[in-house]
């Protein structure tokens, strides 16, 4: 399996990603908005993009559709609900849908809502798991809810989905907001060591050159993981005077989005 991130260096932040079965060269486009590099990087590493991926369908991920797709006569895949917000869907993608890419890449798609309604995760198979999650997951982070999405929902991704996956896995957002992220860990939980250490990794590299986490790092130094650890409820109760005395977890990760809101 190749997982290749690129990075546009847009005022964004984006990353876009090529996934490739080794044996074939073939590869999927995740999110190509700046369509023209995304091409260029594949044609350099003698891939071939078969596929168009949108993880969403915010224009920042949407943007470089069409162009890509008369360029290379790929297929676009996206969530099955997301027809009448993204034009041109050849294939809906469901939850527990698995495409196969080549001899030996397998993807598994997830239906992530929260940061929008019909999101879609990618489980990449291989030797080391990756997850290609879009605006939901980020590092040391979790996405905002402004444009169509639901903070309910994400904290249900969250519990019910992300939880379940193996600590190996990478992890490959739609942005670089690594060294923000890991500041407001740092916020929210002062005597974090990890998120300390991560954070100095990070203020020496930045888009291209971003950490790649694990889903176990990001147990550790991702405060949305991190629901039940007594400092972050007792940083919430001075944030918010009404919270309660003994609040469960869903309220924990919606009023620490809140104050990521404002950050």
């Not at 590493?45 to 069409?66: A, K, Q």
């Not at 598994?108 to 489980?123: A, E, I, K, N």
């Not at 060591?193 to 130094?221: D, H, K, M, N, Y």
């Not at 650890?229 to 940083?235: L, M, S, V, W």
Request: glycine share 8%.
């Amino acid at each position: 399996m190749i997982i290749e991130r690129i990075w546009p260096n847009n005022k964004w932040r984006n990353f876009h990603y090529l996934i490739a079965c080794e044996d074939t060269g073939q590869a999927v486009a995740v999110d190509p908005l700046d369509w023209k590099y995304c091409l260029n990087v594949a044609k350099s590493l003698g891939l071939t993009i078969t596929h168009i991926l949108n993880t969403h369908e915010h224009l920042d991920h949407i943007g470089g559709n069409e162009e890509l797709r008369v360029a290379t006569g790929a297929r676009l895949l996206a969530h099955t609900g997301a027809r009448e917000t993204i034009k041109g869907i050849d294939q809906g993608i469901s939850h527990g849908d698995v495409l196969k890419i080549g001899r030996r890449l397998e993807l598994q798609f997830l239906d992530t809502p929260g940061h929008t309604r019909t999101h879609l995760c990618v489980l990449a198979h291989g030797d080391t798991p990756a997850l290609i999650c879009g605006d939901t997951l980020f590092n040391a982070g979790a996405g905002n809810c402004h444009n169509g999405g639901d903070v309910g929902l994400l904290y249900e991704t969250f519990v019910n989905q992300f939880s379940q996956l193996s600590d190996k896995t990478t992890i490959h957002p739609g942005h670089d907001y690594l060294e923000r992220n890991l500041a407001f860990t740092l916020n929210r939980e002062p005597d974090n060591v990890a998120a300390r250490l991560l954070l100095e990794r990070a203020q020496f590299s930045s888009g291209a050159t971003a950490p790649v986490t694990t889903l176990g790092e990001e147990r550790i130094t991702n405060t949305f993981f991190r629901l039940q650890n007594p400092q972050i409820i007792a940083g919430l109760r001075s944030s918010f005077p009404n919270f309660p005395e003994t609040p469960d977890a869903k309220t924990i990760f919606m009023h620490l989005r809140a104050l990521r809101n404002q950050w």
